[in-house]
């Protein structure tokens, strides 16, 4: 099973009023040909598929261009939303995404599902956790302070990682499949651009890596910088394929083949 992380396409941008649709459309015309290259088997793109909740007319078209040409690969693809998407957005394509080998998430309540390899037979289990919503996976309580807040939130994305793990591990049953986990979040000790917008303002600042199941990966998506997470190999930010803010430049750029 070969599948292929990227994350922050950021479709739509303009730079201090310059469009980086010429660059987008290169980075995804290059992103099909490895597909086809490296026969990989399903694509994850982590979040921040566009750059606005109303992404302009050629955002929407390169995207859509994209998943039609991909399709006639036969590599899956899973897009999960993040901070800057809008679920409206994305939802409005999902069931017609659906026919096209496309699966969309966007927002929180989505089961574990089954990555099918190209030949059909299953590959992987992936639990596809898009940005999480404070108000999709808690209660509003009153009289909590600011660091009790905090916590009754990273308890929540914990437990809701948790559970998908568990609901993972019964859909797998005794089958030798690996587990892949996803996420859009800030996680402690990753290392920010200026590009990064702070997505839990006043509750959470980052998420501990070791509140992550053991999943065999986690492809995490919001950070712009590759790296990888606590030491740990197999939780890894792949970053923004193009630079996003001047601090971004002249740093390499990555997707990660898994």
Same mark, same amino acid.
């Given at each position: 099973m070969r599948i292929l992380h990227t994350s922050d396409w950021h479709l739509g941008q303009n730079f201090y009023s310059k469009s980086r649709e010429a660059e987008h459309q290169a980075f995804l015309d290059w992103l099909l040909e490895t597909a086809q290259t490296h026969q990989v088997d399903a694509i994850i793109v982590a979040g921040d598929v566009f750059d606005t909740g109303s992404p302009p007319s050629y955002a929407r078209t390169l995207y859509n261009?994209?998943?039609?040409?991909?399709?006639?690969?036969?590599?899956?693809?899973?897009?999960? /939303?993040?901070?800057?998407?809008?679920?409206?957005?994305l939802n409005e394509s999902r069931d017609i995404m659906a026919f096209l080998n496309t699966t969309v998430v966007a927002s929180a309540g989505h089961a574990p599902q089954i990555l099918p390899r190209r030949d059909g037979t299953p590959g992987a289990v992936l639990c596809p956790i898009p940005f999480l919503r404070p108000r999709d996976i808690i209660t509003s309580q009153a009289g909590l302070n600011g660091i009790e807040?905090?916590?009754?939130?990273?308890? /929540?994305?914990?437990?809701?990682?948790?559970?998908?793990?568990?609901?993972a591990c019964k859909l797998r049953g005794d089958q030798p499949l690996p587990i892949i986990a996803t996420g859009h979040l800030t996680t402690v000790g990753a290392s920010k651009s200026d590009a990064v917008r702070d997505i839990?303002?006043?509750?959470?600042?980052?998420?501990?890596?070791?509140?992550? $199941? $053991? /999943?065999?990966?986690?492809?995490?998506?919001h950070i712009h910088r590759a790296q990888i997470i606590g030491g740990m190999e197999h939780v890894r930010?792949?970053?923004? $394929?193009?630079?996003?803010?001047?601090?971004?430049?002249?740093?390499?750029?990555?997707?990660?083949?898994?």
């Open positions: 261009r994209f998943v039609v040409n991909l399709q006639q690969t036969g590599c899956h693809l899973v897009v999960l /939303a993040g901070n800057h998407d809008s679920v409206a957005t807040k905090q916590k009754h939130l990273l308890a /929540a994305i914990t437990d809701y990682y948790q559970q998908h793990y568990a609901d839990y303002i006043g509750t959470l600042d980052a998420f501990q890596a070791q509140n992550f $199941p $053991p /999943a065999d990966y986690i492809a995490l998506g930010y792949c970053g923004s $394929p193009i630079p996003l803010s001047f601090d971004e430049c002249g740093k390499s750029k990555y997707v990660h083949l898994v």
